[in-house]
């Protein structure tokens, strides 16, 4: 089993950075640092977004809405995965949930991601 915490979430003005962390435990926590981990987000009423994802190879994937301002990055060391927002806007306000997909190699769809957090809620204020 894998147990995924996220941290970092808050209340921010727009225009603010942030960096959300996702730190894994358990058994197989390790397969944090050796499968693909993607970062999603859910605003009231609408559904679970697809903002980034990092392979095993450390290639990076972003969704349009936050290409150029969110990066999400990995240290092993650590077994965790950072996600830096920059540049932040209200419409980013959500709850932020980190994922381990089932292999090495990441995607958007949630059905590729095994292990979920239990999120952690961002709030922009305009």
């Known amino acids: 089993q894998v147990q995924l915490v996220e941290s970092g979430g808050g209340l921010v003005q727009a225009g603010s950075s942030l960096r959300l962390s996702c730190a894994a435990s358990?058994?197989?926590?390790?397969?944090?640092?050796?499968?693909?981990v993607g970062w999603f987000r859910q605003a009231p009423g609408k559904r679970r977004e697809y903002i980034a994802s990092?392979?095993?190879?450390?290639?990076?994937q972003y969704a349009e809405s936050v290409q150029g301002r969110f990066a999400i990055s990995r240290d092993r060391t650590k077994n965790t995965v950072f996600l830096q927002m920059n540049s932040l806007e209200p419409e980013d306000t959500a709850t932020y949930y980190c994922a381990v997909a089932r292999t090495a190699y990441s995607g958007s769809d949630t059905s590729l991601y095994q292990y979920w957090g239990q999120g952690t809620q961002l709030t922009v204020s305009s």
């Open positions: 358990g058994r197989n926590g390790r397969t944090l640092s050796n499968n693909a």
């Open positions: 990092i392979s095993y190879n450390g290639r990076t």
